[in-house]
């Protein structure tokens, strides 16, 4: 049984670089056969405190495949929460209710804060800017799945590097691999110096960019991220330079051929629809693992692998 | 050195004085601890002559003794300054102070978007860096620093 039995997931800093990998194997496992009712006896509780297609679909069909009866709500709206009841309540309540909670709540920190109150273990499934460690674990998943190793790649990051938390929490996760770290963004939106500072830290190094060309013949992988207009004070400064990080077919001549691109999605633009039909486009199957390692997640904290 | 004869602030005969208290300090150590509503006789003096930092702030505490808690308040307000706790008259105890690794309770975290700014939930912190005083958050895991702290008073 594993290690991670009764565990939370709330920073992806929680585990171990033996634990991410174990939770990889065991979501192999999933990939190749999905629908194991392990968690039959079991009921998850999916509390999104705010709207998320993506991760909440993910997390439900993560349960079902597993046998897993589902509680909860996608929206506050309608709940005690919107009479005024605090998120400790909510989740002392939900605890009596649930043998695993999967929490979505736009205050940073609530995660962390709900584990230290509930019975049962909790999952963060984003806490606002903060934390989104089951986003880091399957980019992780689907990094090695096309890479076939974690360890010496050269990776890209693309777009708005200061304020996505998904870069911030992979490179602090491939900081474990030995990764070299190319850094393609706008000058307004480079990657936070204590980001930077924990590359450093790990004895590893990064490169700046702000053209996605020079990155195109090192990368083997390019994640792409979206530059949000409401990122900028100045709608002017954001027209100048919205274009600078958008990937477009042509741009992806002379890569390696095992090279491919991510994206946490939703994409909007920067990632144009002439790169779908590439053999590099892997965003999508990226957001199908997603599945797999919230099956790994649930199955492993729940102790049934 | 201070004499018995020479002092410039009364003894007290119970409680804490904290001494060697940067001039400019002495009313933020003073805030800090709620001194001005303790019920009890609290002696300030501030710019008294100092061997040691040429001027200084003085605040003796008749019948308080101080908590672990107390005493990471005036480390982080004020580093480095003295607390001497006196029964009868005596010096019972004298340290100076340090910055602690953990804080908790009494910092506010500079995140307006932390939980612990929504819900009645206990601050705590880890310092990460003790000379530039920065800390990192429990929950939200921002950082508040010098120059963003604010305190529950």
């Keep these: 049984m594993s290690t991670l039995k009764g565990r939370n997931l709330i920073s992806i800093t929680d585990f171990s670089k033996e634990e991410y990998i174990e ?80 929490m979505r709540n736009p205050k940073e920190g609530s995660s ?5 109150v509930a019975t049962v273990p909790v999952i963060n499934a984003g806490d606002g800017a903060n934390q989104h460690p089951t986003q880091c674990m399957l980019d992780l998943y689907s990094i090695r799945k096309t890479q076939g190793t974690l360890d010496n790649l050269n990776i890209a990051l693309v777009g708005d590097l200061k304020y996505g938390r998904t870069v911030h929490s992979l490179v602090q996760a491939m900081c474990n691999f030995n990764a070299t770290f190319h850094l393609v963004s706008p000058t307004e939106l480079k990657l936070p110096s204590s980001v930077k500072a924990s590359i450093k830290d790990a004895g590893l190094k990064y490169y700046q960019y702000t053209d996605i060309r020079s990155i195109v013949p090192l990368a083997d992988i390019i994640y792409m991220t979206r530059v949000q207009r409401e990122r900028f004070p100045d709608p002017l400064e954001y027209e100048r330079v919205k274009d600078s990080c958008i990937l477009t077919a042509d741009m992806l001549e002379g890569c390696k051929p095992t090279m491919r691109v991510l994206h946490p999605l939703p994409r909007v633009n920067e990632i144009t629809t002439d790169v779908d039909k590439t053999p590099y486009a892997y965003y999508f199957r990226q957001a199908q693992n997603g599945v797999y390692v919230r099956q790994a997640l649930m199955a492993a904290i729940l102790g049934a692998k | 050195m201070e004499t018995k004869k020479e002092l410039v602030v009364p003894a007290i005969e119970n409680g804490t004085v904290i001494d060697h208290i940067p001039t400019e300090l002495v009313y933020q150590v003073i805030h800090i601890l709620g001194l001005e509503n303790y019920k009890d006789e609290v002696l300030i003096g501030n710019y008294l002559k100092s061997g040691k930092l040429g001027r200084k702030g003085i605040i003796k505490i008749k019948n308080k003794h101080f908590t672990k808690e107390d005493v990471s308040k005036v480390a982080l307000v004020a580093p480095f300054v003295t607390i001497i706790t006196i029964q009868d008259y005596q010096v019972k105890e004298k340290f100076a102070t340090e910055i602690p690794d953990h804080i908790e309770n009494f910092v506010i975290c500079a995140n307006p978007k932390c939980i612990t700014n929504a819900e009645a939930v206990p601050t705590k912190f880890d310092v990460v860096d003790k000379d530039n005083l920065k800390l990192r958050c429990h929950y939200c895991e921002k950082f508040t620093t010098k120059e963003t702290i604010h305190f529950k008073l």
């Design chain 1, 112 to 116: 962390r804060y709900a584990s230290e």
């Design chain 1, 23 to 102: 939770v990889l194997d065991i979501a192999e496992g999933f990939e190749q056969n999905p629908k194991q009712r392990i968690l039959s006896d079991k009921v998850v509780a999916t509390l999104f405190f705010e709207p998320s297609t993506r991760t909440r679909l993910s997390f439900e069909s993560a349960a079902n495949q597993l046998g897993a009866r589902i509680i909860g709500f996608s929206d506050p709206g309608g709940t005690s929460v919107q009479k005024g009841e605090s998120l400790h309540d909510t989740i002392v309540m939900v605890s009596s209710y649930a043998d695993l909670i999967v």
